[in-house]
């Protein structure tokens, strides 16, 4: 084992300068899961149906020894993600279509592998991340659909989405955003730079998309609640500059169902060279930057 400066702990940071003990290697991966079904990401102690633990189950079978990874961020019960990205240190030496082919066919269908990539150790899925984006599915329609009920978030009444526009230009920047996490965040600080927030309509889909460094514990469901609640008249956009300045969550306890939201997109450094991917869902194949103009 080649001697290092720092106390080596799997899956974690790694100096610049420095690498892995001898035999190790890191390995990123593009994961596809729907949520509908399961606990979340993050493995529970008494609960094994959650995106981690799938995911584990079948490296480890492919790798032939344990593996656990790290995710470039947690998404809870009934979240989706089309674009979540993952790393794992691992000793097994695979051609890259085992990690996806061969993972594959170890997991239920609701998980899936889309790439795999070698990076050097400096890469670390959490904390190499420069932004993160979800896209909220809002379908609003008289009825809702029997076919995407667990894919998006149904509302029977017509929104005003000038009005949610307008509402969501005040949430845009850096701010304190403690209005809009939930009482459970661990999040040392409550201040957030939000990049974007676009919304736009794509057939009987509303689309909110939202970029961010990172995002505080229930944030994007927040923020997509108080917004519906602007888009069906219920509250003025001016309201949603209270919400935000108040700095407290009671001020708009509204939290949009799980089952709309959607990591879509994970940004790292160029040097990485990882797959560029199109953000979707299947549900809304356009690119970042064209649902605002819908």
Known sequence: MKNTIYQ??????????????EGLHRIALGVE?????LRGFQKQKHDPLTVQETLEKALSKVAAEPVTLVCAGRT?????ASSQVVHFDTTAQRPLKAWVQGVNTQMPFDVRVHWAQPVPAQFHARFSARSRSY???????????????????????TLDLEAMRE???????????????????????????????????VGQLIVLEVSATAFL?????????????????????????????ARDRTAASVTAP??????????????????EVAPGPLLVPLPFGSIGTQ
């Not at 899961?33 to 079904?37: F, I, L």
């Not at 809870?76 to 989706?80: I, K, M, S, T």
Request: aromatic share 8%; glycine share 8%.
């Open 8 to 21: 080596y702990k799997p899956n974690g940071e790694v100096p610049p300068g420095e690498s892995l003990p």
């Open 167 to 201: 509402g969501a230009r005040h949430l845009v920047g850096e701010h304190d955003f403690s209005s809009f996490r939930a009482a459970q965040c661990q999040a040392r600080s409550p201040v957030r730079r939000l990049t974007r927030l676009d919304i736009g309509r």
């Open 76 to 80: 809870d019960a009934g979240v989706h």
């Open 258 to 275: 799980p089952h709309g939201l959607y990591l879509v997109d994970v940004q790292y450094p160029e040097e990485f060279t990882l797959p």
């Open 135 to 157: 896209r909220y599915l809002i379908h609003s329609a008289p009825t809702r659909s029997a076919q995407a009920a667990s894919e998006v978030t149904w509302t029977e009444r």
């Open 33 to 37: 899961y729907c949520g509908t079904r």
């Open 217 to 245: 514990h229930h944030m994007v469901r927040n923020i997509a609640g108080v917004l519906m609640a602007v888009g069906r008249g219920d509250r003025s956009p001016e309201w949603v500059r209270q919400v935000l300045e």
